[in-house]
T-cell receptor, first 117, second 110 residues
Framework: GAVVSQHPSRVICKSGTSVKIECRSLDFQATTMFWYRQFPKKSLMLMATSNEGSKATYEQGVEKDKFLINHASLTLSTLTVTSAHPEDSSFYIC?????????????FGPGTRLTVL | GQSLEQPSEVTAVEGAIVQINCTYQTSGFYGLSWYQQHDGGAPTFLSYNALDGLEETGRFSSFLSRSDSYGYLLLQELQMKDSASYFCAVFSGGYQKVTFGTGTKLQVIP
């Protein structure tokens, strides 16, 4: 199956710093990547949809100036949490939709656990 | 807006069959997917239904009724490793919009 990687898997940072999370599709081209956050024992909340070469579409309530998304190529999307605060601590997961897939399958990365002190 | 409802918890015995229901409200519906997530892990894709009816993949089957805005995931011959959270997700807006359900925590007991 298709593989999506995320880096880093865990990050601890001080309040006020910025953190960049990378999402890569390793063996396929992803026209669309999705970014989610998930709180403990809760569902995945879609933050934004990212299409290669265009601006990301953010969900209502998600601050686009705080969560910067860049989808520079068909295999890489990045999420930068700017001026992070403790309330940004969460599990961030990306997924990628395969260009050639007619089955509408999303492949999820392993997630990044962000802890802001 | 979009909303999906699932039971929060289900407990079933090893070897048995369990059904997890999902009801949804959405506009521009394209399809319904199911995902499995073990604690601390990422979701993994289980199935996708765009048309009414039952889709079978090994021990797992998924059903969709578009007219009833309802679907379910059926797990047969339950194994202990099936203990996980199961999420339904609705695709709309040309597959650009994905909304996940609240998740159902399945506990399989001996």
């Amino acid at each position: 199956g298709a593989v999506v990687s995320q880096h880093p898997s865990r990050v601890i940072c001080k309040s006020g710093t910025s953190v960049k999370i990378e999402c890569r599709s390793l063996d396929f081209q992803a026209t669309t990547m999705f970014w989610y956050r998930q709180f403990p024992k809760k569902s995945l909340m879609l933050m934004a949809t990212s299409n290669e070469g265009s601006k990301a579409t953010y969900e209502q309530g998600v601050e686009k100036d705080k969560f910067l998304i860049n989808h520079a190529s068909l295999t890489l999307s990045t999420l930068t949490v700017t001026s992070a605060h403790p309330e940004d601590s969460s599990f961030y997961i990306c997924s990628a939709r395969w260009l050639a897939s007619s089955y509408n399958e999303q492949f999820f990365g392993p997630g990044t656990r962000l802890t802001v002190l | 807006g979009q909303s999906l409802e699932q039971p929060s918890e289900v407990t079933a015995v090893e070897g048995a069959i369990v059904q997890i229901n999902c009801t949804y409200q959405t506009s521009g519906f394209y399809g319904l997917s199911w995902y499995q997530q073990h604690d601390g892990g990422a979701p993994t894709f289980l199935s996708y239904n765009a048309l009414d009816g039952l889709e079978e993949t090994g021990r797992f089957s998924s059903f969709l009724s578009r007219s009833d805005s309802y679907g379910y995931l059926l797990l047969q011959e339950l194994q202990m490793k099936d203990s996980a959270s199961y999420f339904c997700a609705v695709f709309s807006g040309g597959y650009q919009k994905v909304t996940f359900g609240t998740g159902t925590k399945l506990q399989v007991i001996p």
